[in-house]
């Protein structure tokens, strides 16, 4: 299974890097897999350790892909990676094997704590229009124009269903960040 995350750790030199992510879950296994370069990466592989924040504000999801990644937090209870405030629980890991890769390592990691910070309430279709439209920007450069296109169209009938303010401030986001896109192209 694999769980949209926002993932967050700290840099050798103590700054606090914030980063959307699917976490695969098996069992009591959680595998993070960073693609190479990232800042995820280089910060797991130092530390060793990680905090995965479920979330249900996906202006959290779009905004760390269009560069708005000053979020609270709030210190984590057995790492020192922080905890997203907004986080309705979280999970901190820690790193117990590496399987390397060129492109994409496997780091399998296992909890060391959990805790729940408020109730679930549910999700709505335009959080999950989001999220699939923040996957489609992080893939702005491996997807076609018109593949995107169509997918937002798509996507756009429950977000228009269903989207309250928050969800709407965080596709603009998106949206800015594909029409730059667009617009970069030759």
Same mark, same amino acid.
């Given at each position: 299974?694999?769980?949209?995350?926002?993932?967050?750790?700290?840099?050798?030199?103590? @700054?606090?890097?914030?980063?959307?992510?699917?976490?695969?879950?098996?069992?009591?296994?959680?595998?993070? @897999?960073?693609?190479?370069?990232?800042?995820?990466?280089?910060?797991?592989?130092?530390?060793?350790?990680?905090? @995965?924040?479920?979330?249900?504000?996906?202006?959290?999801?779009?905004?760390?892909?269009?560069?708005?990644?000053?979020?609270?937090?709030?210190?984590?209870?057995?790492?020192?990676?922080?905890?997203?405030?907004?986080?309705?629980?979280?999970?901190?890991?820690?790193?117990?094997?590496?399987?390397?890769?060129?492109?994409?390592?496997? @780091?399998?990691?296992?909890?060391?704590?959990?805790?729940?910070?408020?109730?679930?309430?549910?999700?709505?279709?335009?959080?999950?229009?989001?999220?699939?439209?923040?996957?489609?920007?992080?893939?702005?450069?491996?997807?076609?124009?018109?593949?995107?296109?169509?997918?937002?169209?798509?996507?756009?009938?429950?977000?228009?269903?269903?989207?309250?303010?928050?969800?709407?401030?965080?596709?603009?986001?998106?949206?800015?960040?594909?029409?730059?896109?667009?617009?970069?192209?030759?």
């Amino acid at each position: 299974m694999i769980q949209e995350t926002i993932v967050t750790t700290i840099s050798p030199d103590g @700054l606090v890097h914030i980063a959307p992510m699917g976490i695969h879950i098996n069992g009591d296994e959680y595998i993070i @897999l960073p693609f190479r370069p990232s800042t995820t990466l280089v910060n797991v592989l130092h530390s060793q350790t990680a905090v @995965l924040n479920y979330c249900d504000d996906v202006r959290v999801f779009a905004g760390c892909l269009t560069g708005r990644r000053d979020w609270p937090l709030r210190a984590a209870e057995k790492i020192s990676a922080p905890v997203l405030a907004c986080a309705l629980a979280h999970t901190e890991v820690q790193v117990i094997r590496i399987e390397d890769d060129p492109v994409r390592p496997k @780091l399998f990691c296992t909890a060391v704590h959990s805790a729940h910070h408020a109730p679930f309430t549910g999700f709505n279709r335009a959080q999950f229009a989001v999220l699939e439209a923040a996957i489609l920007v992080s893939r702005l450069t491996m997807l076609s124009q018109e593949k995107i296109a169509s997918e937002l169209a798509y996507l756009r009938i429950g977000f228009d269903k269903t989207a309250g303010d928050r969800e709407r401030v965080a596709w603009d986001w998106l949206m800015a960040a594909i029409d730059e896109h667009n617009g970069a192209q030759p």
